[in-house]
């Protein structure tokens, strides 16, 4: 993955955003969330796709849970993990009723 990528336990820093996700794996047993830059893509010649800022929740065995959209900054990525860590303990589950 080119450009800088944060990988975090939930709750703890384990990579630096320096430092390139490829050197790093998931610890197993740990659930985190990794940030990333993703790939800019040619669509045609003068639309382009990609070369935004994404994370992802992996669960304690490795398993990606959830994907994210993609956030024009990483600080607004960052910005989505955290208010997810935030509200997520007390989040409740509805339903959508049918009729």
Not at 23 to 36: D, K, S, T
Not at 63 to 79: K, M
């Amino acid at each position: 993955m080119p450009g800088s990528s944060l990988i975090q336990k939930v709750g703890q820093l384990i990579a630096p955003p320096e430092v390139p996700a490829e050197r790093f794996r998931h610890v197993e047993g740990q659930a985190c969330f990794e940030i990333y830059r993703t790939e800019r893509v040619s669509l045609t010649s003068i639309m382009f796709s990609g070369d935004d800022w994404r994370w992802r929740l992996r669960s304690a065995a490795g398993a990606v849970v959830v994907n994210s959209q993609g956030y024009s900054t990483e600080r607004a990525c960052q910005a989505a993990v955290a208010a997810l860590r935030q509200e997520a303990g007390s989040a409740t589950i509805s339903e959508e009723q049918r009729e």
